[in-house]
């Protein structure tokens, strides 16, 4: 009898009809995946980021705050991360990571927020986030919407002498979404850069060259003309 009881205290669902699902899809359409970069505080009392220890010290670390809105406990969210090169996914260093798979729930939301914080901030990454009914509905564990977010990396270069006068290029930028940069990217990006802008510069201070010229030119022959007709009028006069 004993068993029975436990048995029959199994969760019962009501069942999951179309206006429901129809509730879930909408409040699910204004969930959102953002993130925000952010420098946090690296130092000898809390060495988060593996700094080489020394007596005293303190640096500014770049790292992305990442945050799912619009949150409520009728869903739960399954987080991927997958590193990202030129030609897609990095399948062995998305293997390699330790927390490459999350899960979260709607009801532990804060303010109808759930977020958590990327401090590996050196490579391109693309966020998956699965959303899922929980328990608190009567369609526990239906796959809803899917979001996707890349993150961008910390561009190491974007402080070298390179680029300065350059930021808004996206090999110059301090966060950028281009997977690898190297010195000779930047330096064509430069170039390429510096044609396309400087150009067109050039052709005006040129179309404004030939009116001048040809102003000055006029000028000349006018003078000419009558200095001449000055001579002739001074010879006739004798």
């Not at 330790?98 to 979260?104: K, N, S, V």
């Not at 899922?132 to 961008?152: F, H, M, Q």
């Not at 030119?217 to 000055?230: F, Q, S």
């Amino acid at each position: 009898m004993f068993a029975v009881l436990i048995i029959g205290l199994k969760p019962v669902f009501a069942a999951c009809d179309y206006k429901e699902k129809a509730d879930l899809n909408k409040e699910a359409s204004y969930i959102k995946l953002n993130y925000q970069i952010i420098n946090k505080i690296c130092d000898e009392t809390d060495n988060w980021c593996d700094y080489p220890p020394r007596l005293s010290w303190s640096i500014e670390v770049p790292t992305i705050d990442i945050s799912i809105l619009n949150v409520n406990s009728k869903f739960d969210f399954k987080v991927e991360r997958f590193i990202l090169t030129a030609g897609g996914i990095d399948e062995d260093a998305t293997y390699s990571l330790d927390d490459a798979e999350r899960y979260y729930y709607g009801s532990n939301a804060k303010d109808g927020i759930i977020s958590f914080t990327e401090l590996e901030a050196e490579t391109l990454k693309q966020y998956k986030v699965e959303i899922r009914t929980s328990n608190e509905t009567n369609c526990p564990g239906e796959l809803i919407k899917v979001l996707y977010k890349n993150i961008p990396r910390f561009n190491d270069l974007s402080g070298s002498g390179l680029c300065v006068d350059y930021e808004h290029l996206p090999e110059c930028e301090k966060f950028t979404f281009l997977s690898e940069i190297d010195y000779d990217d930047v330096e064509r990006a430069i170039v390429k850069d510096t044609k396309v802008n400087k150009i067109p510069e050039l052709v005006e201070n040129k179309n404004l060259v030939i009116p001048l010229a040809l102003i000055g030119g006029g000028v000349i022959i006018i003078l000419i003309v009558a200095l001449v007709l000055r001579s002739k009028k001074n010879e006739k006069t004798k």
